[in-house]
């Protein structure tokens, strides 16, 4: 199964960009490359999702480098709304099957 | 639309109790998932169906049964339930494999 490295915790200000960083070093030909937001006692919500280059939606962008490797989810301007774990999602499964594999994700903390 | 609805919201069980936890979505979303979710930790996917009457595993899929008779409704089973089944228990649905995933509100499931 893809395995997906993000930092632990990350803390910003209020206005600030975040840029969070994911490794997905197993990633495979066909996946995609998914950020998802979860606050407290709620299901994740969708952020973007991307496949190579660059992606950007009304919240984010997403930057993927040409190996494919890692992505970087970039939040302008936070606020403290923003306060939420952020997962990094790829999926690969034996015989082409899809097993979505979220990472332990990144709690982001956004201070006045 | 109601999106993706999980009941019940909580439940207690004692070990070896069965129940079924029931998710129905109104979005004609072919993708159906279930995922566990426990303290600190990232999403877990248990079982998963590509359609009506199709179902696979994910990665837990151990002392859980899943069946997809209509395109609506995926129900999770807990055959004998154990302590190390309590958790946060969360559905997804999304139209096609990679597209966005849409999350229920969860059931919160504790086992004794």
């Known amino acids: 199964l893809a395995k997906t490295t993000q930092p632990i915790s990350m803390d910003s200000y209020e206005g600030q960009e975040v840029n969070i960083t994911c490794s997905h070093n197993?990633?495979?030909?066909?996946?995609?490359i998914t950020w998802y937001q979860q606050f407290p006692s709620q299901g994740p919500r969708f952020i973007i999702q991307?496949?190579?280059t660059k992606v950007t939606n009304e919240v984010a962008s997403l930057f993927i480098p040409a190996d494919r490797k890692s992505s970087t989810l970039s939040l302008p301007r936070v606020s403290l709304s923003d306060t939420a774990v952020y997962y990094c999602l790829v999926g690969e499964g034996p015989g082409g099957s899809y097993i979505p594999t979220f990472g332990r994700g990144t709690s982001l903390i956004v201070h006045p | 639309n109601a999106g993706v609805t999980q009941t019940p919201k909580f439940q207690v069980l004692k070990t070896g109790q069965s129940m079924t936890l029931q998710c129905a979505q109104d979005m004609n979303h072919e993708y159906m998932s279930w995922y566990r979710q426990d303290p600190g930790m990232g999403l877990r996917l248990i079982h998963y169906?590509?359609?009506?009457?199709?179902?696979d595993q994910g990665e837990v899929p151990n002392g859980y049964n899943v069946s997809r008779s209509t395109t609506e409704d995926f129900p999770l089973r807990l055959l004998s339930a154990a302590p190390s089944q309590t958790s946060v228990y969360f559905c997804a649905s999304s139209h096609r494999v990679h597209y966005e995933q849409y999350f229920g509100p969860g059931t919160r499931l504790t086992v004794t």
């Open positions: 991307g496949y190579k």
């Open positions: 197993n990633i495979a030909t066909n996946d995609y």
């Open positions: 169906s590509v359609g009506a009457g199709i179902t």
